[in-house]
């Protein structure tokens, strides 16, 4: 049996899938830590600067990781042009859409509104891959969207609607989207590589477009109120709620597929909630 044959086999082993499973847990969990260190940022900084210097330090975290894991010739081989178009196209595009519709509403909105994913991954693998619903598929999505009816009244008068929560849902989608292009547009790379690549094509096309803002007169951040708290509050949202959350999500999407690691975004309300009644919020 040759590598990748074995590589395929161990992918569908049961421990390979429960440990996908435990990956993609801990991708929410790290997704919904930046949400929070988000609002620190959301306001002193606008949607497109924030998103590029987001991207570039994702990029800058994961690009000396991927080449130290993996040599030289693994970098070299990769279609960054394809990365460029995928990560821009989709992740940036996606993550520029999420800092507006967060700035429109906050970060309980933003938790609950995730709680579609499910429902697009299972339609793009219906529609793109010909996937067939099954009982169990079903009955996993049912839990899901209960689940975010129940974080619905939860969060109560926290929950805002409007053109942010639709802001949020469309980055949802074109987040999906652009996850699912990750894995199949980049199948010979390993996880970290086609993630490093499609963030790094993401920093490149949002920094582009943060620079020609700022050469046409938009607006950029406030230096007057950043520091080393926002710093790190970008750090968090970057490195956590980006680069780590992304690798650990592409891991789990190359072995359960984009319906089924959507199903575990149903807990991201509850992991917010959790983090923002630690930081002193009601319950």
Same mark, same amino acid.
């Given at each position: 049996m040759d590598t990748a044959t074995q590589a395929a086999s161990d992918l569908r082993a049961p421990h390979s899938r429960a440990l996908a499973n435990f990956m993609c847990m801990l991708s929410m969990l790290v997704w919904a830590v930046g949400l929070p260190a988000a609002d620190l940022l959301i306001g002193p +900084? /606008?949607?497109? /600067?924030?998103?590029? $210097? *987001?991207?570039? &330090?994702? $990029?800058?975290?994961?690009? /000396?990781?991927?080449?130290?894991?993996?040599?030289?010739? %693994?970098? *070299? %081989? %990769?279609?960054?042009?394809?990365?460029?178009? =995928?990560?821009?196209?989709?992740?940036?595009?996606?993550?520029? &859409?999420?800092? #507006?519709?967060?700035? *429109?509403?906050? +970060?309980?909105? +933003? %938790?609950?509104?995730?709680?579609?994913?499910?429902?697009?991954?299972?339609?793009?693998? =219906?529609?793109?891959?010909? *996937?067939? &619903?099954?009982?169990?598929?079903? #009955?996993? =999505?049912?839990?899901?969207?209960?689940?975010? +009816? &129940? $974080? #619905?009244?939860? $969060?109560?008068d926290g929950l805002g609607m409007g053109l942010g929560a639709l802001l949020c849902f469309g980055s949802i989608v074109l987040y999906t989207l652009g996850s699912r292009m990750t894995v199949t547009s980049f199948p010979t790379l390993t996880p970290l590589g086609r993630t490093t690549v499609t963030l790094t094509g993401a920093a490149l096309a949002t920094s582009v477009a943060a620079a020609l803002n700022a050469l046409l007169g938009g607006a950029g951040p406030d230096w007057n109120v950043l520091g080393l708290k926002e710093l790190g509050a970008l750090a968090i949202f970057a490195i956590g709620g980006l680069a780590i959350s992304q690798v650990l999500w592409i891991m789990s999407i190359g072995s359960l597929g984009i319906a089924m690691s959507s199903l575990h975004i149903n807990a991201t309300p509850f992991y917010v909630m959790l983090i923002l009644f630690a930081l002193g919020g009601a319950w």
């Open positions: +900084v /606008p949607a497109l /600067p924030l998103t590029a $210097a *987001r991207m570039v &330090m994702a $990029a800058l975290c994961l690009l /000396p990781l991927w080449w130290w894991m993996e040599g030289t010739q %693994a970098l *070299r %081989a %990769a279609h960054w042009g394809k990365g460029v178009l =995928v990560g821009g196209g989709g992740i940036g595009i996606g993550a520029f &859409m999420l800092v #507006l519709g967060q700035g *429109r509403t906050n +970060v309980v909105t +933003v %938790a609950v509104i995730s709680a579609a994913m499910p429902v697009v991954g299972i339609a793009i693998e =219906v529609l793109l891959d010909g *996937r067939k &619903m099954t009982l169990a598929l079903v #009955l996993g =999505v049912l839990l899901s969207l209960g689940g975010g +009816v &129940m $974080a #619905l009244g939860g $969060a109560g």
